[in-house]
């Protein structure tokens, strides 16, 4: 890997650092405005809006430009959100724009791997950079808790600007400060993303026509016998994850005492072992192989009930690393393959955002099934059982319908997967 590569991973990672430090931030203005437990998930489920009803303008606008360019558009929308929760607009609506900004910002960054790199290298970009991602997000979780702690905000909001009333009164509105500085940080690597020689496509002049090509792209990702499972792994995969988020903050409340601040942390662990199972993959699986990853799936749902059995941190942090540990290593390889087949079908930036919409899309379904329980009064340790078995029997149906493609279409399967072994376009 060139120095070109490495700038794209410093931005993605200082991106993505902000974004989750934001997101506890983003509670804890929440909490210290007396909301209710249900809306918190909401934030999630207000950030990824955009992922959904903007995918068909997003990825064509990642296709427009250079994908630097975009990315450094996208960070610049992200700080503008940030800076309105300081002028206390409501976190939900402020959170919204801030998830335009990663809407627009994803096609871009995941597209230009594609663009940028041979495909015998991408499990191992992907490797990097989910990797990275996971790393961003320990360290965001982390670093949201810590900066929202009583101990840091004494000092963080004692750095008063001379005479100047600045309106930070809270830890809160402490931590966005820093945060809108870690996104200038990534915007400042994006000037320096490297450009390709992909060629840019013109954006359709009547936007129905752009619709009308992104409903095109997802029948034929959803038709493609590899391109249709691996993207129902990662469609499960990223709307479970984020869902998952929730429900430890709660288990920590609930099982073991934790406050915001403290959960967060516990949030880090989990993201410490995707990280661990992202890197295990990306070095010992290749792109033609990522479909025998699909059992870790089962598994992985399986072992989540076992939380609810937890109530002591020694046992919580091994329990946390191996569900985000079995979650790296069998999303890292199934990610890389749907970028592939994507890739090959309709272009980089236009897979990334049919990707993005099937996921988010998820995402959405999930959050809000989830807060509706949490609002019904279901016990935490009852929703962690039942998330479990849903991940694993929805992984199983997964698996049989693979099995069945095998069967019905091995030529077709045989002839997709030699491509992805010898690396062709």
Same mark, same amino acid.
């Given at each position: 890997?060139?120095?070109?590569?490495?700038?794209? !991973?410093?931005?993605?990672?200082?991106?993505?650092?902000?974004?989750?430090? @934001?997101?506890?931030?983003?509670?804890?203005?929440?909490?210290?405005?007396?909301?209710?437990?249900?809306?918190?998930?909401?934030?999630?489920?207000?950030?990824?809006?955009?992922?959904?009803?903007?995918?068909?303008?997003?990825?064509?606008?990642?296709?427009?430009? /250079?994908? =630097?360019?975009?990315?450094?558009?996208?960070? &610049?929308?992200?700080?503008?959100?940030?800076?309105? !929760?300081?002028?206390?607009?409501? /976190?939900?609506?402020?959170?919204?724009?801030?998830?335009?900004?990663?809407?627009?910002?994803?096609?871009?960054?995941?597209? #230009?791997?594609?663009?940028?790199?041979?495909?015998?290298?991408?499990?191992?970009?992907?490797?990097?950079?989910?990797?990275?991602?996971?790393?961003?997000?320990? +360290?965001?979780?982390?670093?949201?808790?810590?900066?929202?702690?009583?101990?840091?905000? !004494?000092? &963080? @909001?004692?750095?008063?600007?001379?005479?100047?009333?600045?309106?930070?009164?809270? /830890?809160?509105?402490?931590?966005?400060?820093?945060?809108?500085?870690?996104?200038? +940080?990534?915007?400042?690597?994006?000037?320096?993303?490297?450009?390709?020689?992909?060629?840019?496509?013109?954006?359709?002049?009547? /936007?129905?026509?752009?619709? #009308?090509?992104?409903?095109?792209?997802?029948?034929?990702?959803?038709?493609?016998?590899?391109?249709?499972?691996?993207?129902?792994?990662?469609?499960?995969?990223?709307?479970?994850?984020? &869902?998952?988020?929730?429900?430890?903050?709660?288990?920590?409340?609930?099982?073991?005492?934790?406050?915001?601040?403290?959960?967060?942390?516990?949030?880090?662990?989990?993201? @410490?072992?995707?990280?661990?199972?992202?890197?295990?993959?990306?070095? &010992?699986?290749?792109?033609?192989?990522?479909?025998?990853?699909?059992?870790?799936?089962?598994?992985?749902?399986?072992?989540?009930?076992?939380?609810?059995? $937890?109530?002591?941190?020694?046992?919580?942090?091994?329990?946390?690393?191996?569900?985000?540990?079995?979650?790296? %290593?069998?999303?890292?390889?199934?990610?890389? @393959?749907?970028?592939?087949?994507?890739?090959?079908?309709? =272009?980089?930036?236009?897979?990334?955002?049919?990707?993005? %919409?099937?996921?988010?899309?998820?995402?959405?379904?999930?959050?809000?099934?989830?807060?509706?329980?949490?609002?019904?009064?279901?016990?935490?340790?009852?929703? $962690?059982?039942?998330?479990?078995?849903?991940?694993?029997?929805?992984?199983?149906?997964?698996?049989?319908?693979?099995?069945?493609?095998?069967?019905?279409?091995?030529?077709?399967?045989?002839?997709? +997967?030699?491509?992805?072994?010898?690396?062709?376009?």
């Amino acid at each position: 890997m060139n120095l070109g590569f490495y700038i794209i !991973m410093a931005a993605q990672f200082f991106s993505s650092l902000a974004d989750n430090a @934001l997101l506890v931030a983003a509670i804890a203005l929440l909490i210290q405005s007396d909301s209710p437990a249900w809306l918190t998930p909401y934030l999630k489920f207000f950030f990824v809006i955009s992922y959904v009803l903007l995918a068909p303008f997003v990825g064509a606008f990642a296709d427009r430009l /250079p994908k =630097g360019q975009v990315m450094f558009i996208s960070n &610049t929308i992200k700080i503008i959100g940030c800076t309105l !929760m300081l002028f206390h607009v409501n /976190p939900l609506l402020a959170y919204a724009l801030v998830g335009l900004g990663a809407a627009a910002y994803s096609p871009a960054k995941y597209g #230009i791997l594609t663009e940028y790199l041979p495909p015998t290298k991408l499990v191992v970009a992907n490797g990097w950079i989910e990797g990275l991602t996971v790393g961003s997000i320990i +360290l965001g979780t982390v670093l949201g808790g810590v900066l929202i702690s009583q101990r840091v905000a !004494m000092v &963080t @909001l004692s750095l008063d600007i001379p005479m100047v009333d600045t309106g930070i009164d809270t /830890p809160a509105e402490a931590a966005i400060c820093l945060i809108i500085l870690i996104y200038a +940080l990534a915007a400042f690597f994006n000037l320096y993303v490297p450009r390709t020689s992909a060629p840019l496509r013109p954006l359709p002049a009547n /936007p129905m026509h752009t619709v #009308i090509d992104f409903a095109d792209c997802v029948k034929r990702l959803w038709l493609d016998r590899l391109g249709q499972i691996s993207l129902a792994v990662t469609t499960l995969f990223w709307g479970a994850g984020a &869902t998952l988020q929730f429900i430890v903050i709660e288990w920590a409340k609930v099982n073991m005492g934790y406050d915001l601040s403290r959960a967060s942390m516990l949030q880090g662990v989990v993201a @410490l072992g995707i990280a661990v199972g992202a890197v295990l993959a990306s070095v &010992t699986l290749r792109l033609e192989r990522a479909v025998r990853v699909i059992p870790l799936g089962i598994a992985m749902g399986l072992i989540v009930p076992l939380m609810v059995f $937890v109530h002591s941190l020694w046992l919580a942090i091994p329990l946390m690393i191996m569900i985000g540990g079995l979650a790296g %290593f069998f999303v890292v390889p199934m990610n890389a @393959l749907l970028q592939h087949r994507g890739h090959n079908l309709m =272009g980089a930036g236009r897979s990334i955002a049919v990707q993005n %919409f099937n996921e988010n899309s998820s995402v959405l379904a999930m959050i809000a099934i989830y807060s509706l329980l949490i609002g019904a009064g279901v016990s935490i340790n009852v929703v $962690v059982v039942l998330f479990g078995l849903f991940v694993a029997g929805t992984m199983w149906l997964v698996r049989l319908w693979f099995k069945a493609n095998r069967r019905k279409h091995k030529e077709e399967i045989d002839a997709l +997967l030699e491509i992805a072994r010898s690396g062709t376009h």
